[in-house]
């Protein structure tokens, strides 16, 4: 069965180090999104994109970013984490035109 | 986008049917009315959309009203595992962009 998965699940890492969060799909889609859901509070759209080689920013992508090189992946980068950016992050897939977004089970990362 | 005004918490007993309400009082012509839900720790899960006329899967029900500036989520027999939180998102066209814009949602607990 197709599926979106995240890894890792939970991440601790030190305040300014790089940290990258997969994300892989084997839906097929062509659009492919990035959140963040801070405790008690909805979800905010990071990046996302639209294809290979196309990338937007989303509500909130400062101290973040990502890059599409296939249609399956769409890895988020923190590229110097801050305790600001601790969170769940979730990925989501859909297809061309359809609102419709199938998500990922979240990782949860910790910047200390 | 069309903003979206949920009540903040609603609680129902089990087996009973759970109506959600939505206002969406700029929605424009073009625009649908999706349905999402978080369950703890999860990410969302897509329930149903709809456009002008009223929607039912096996999921839920949606009922648009004919100004279509309100709706309302239909569980028809709720169960303690439908307890989540409850979004009512609006989004132009399918041909359009597919970014979805998550609220605070309502929370639904569902008592025994």
């Known amino acids: 069965d197709a599926e979106i998965t995240q890894s890792p699940r939970h991440k601790i890492t030190e305040t300014g180090r790089q940290v990258t969060l997969a994300c892989h799909q084997t839906?097929?889609?062509?659009?492919m999104f990035w959140y963040r859901q801070d405790l008690g509070h909805g979800l905010r759209l990071i990046h996302y994109s639209y294809g290979v080689q196309d990338t937007n920013k989303g509500e909130v992508s400062d101290g973040y970013s990502v890059s599409r090189s296939n249609t399956e992946d769409l890895p988020l980068t923190l590229e110097s984490a801050a305790s600001s950016q601790t969170s769940v992050y979730f990925c989501a897939s859909s297809r061309t035109g359809s609102g419709e977004q199938y998500f990922g089970p979240g990782t949860r990362l910790t910047v200390t | 986008d069309a903003k979206t005004t949920q009540p903040t918490s609603m609680d129902c007993a089990e087996g009973r049917a759970a109506n959600l309400p939505c206002n969406h009082s700029t929605i424009s012509g073009n625009e649908y009315v999706y349905w999402y839900r978080q369950i703890h720790s999860q990410g969302p899960q897509y329930i149903i959309h709809g456009l002008k006329n009223n929607e039912t899967n096996e999921m839920a029900s949606l009922i648009i009203t004919e100004d279509r500036k309100s709706s309302t989520l239909i569980l028809p027999h709720a169960t303690l595992r439908d307890t989540a939180v409850y979004y009512c998102?609006?989004?132009?066209?399918?041909?359009?962009?597919?970014?979805?814009?998550f609220g605070t949602g309502t929370r639904l607990t569902v008592i025994p």
């Open positions: 998102i609006v989004l132009p066209d399918q041909t359009g962009a597919n970014n979805l814009f």
């Open positions: 839906w097929n889609h062509n659009n």
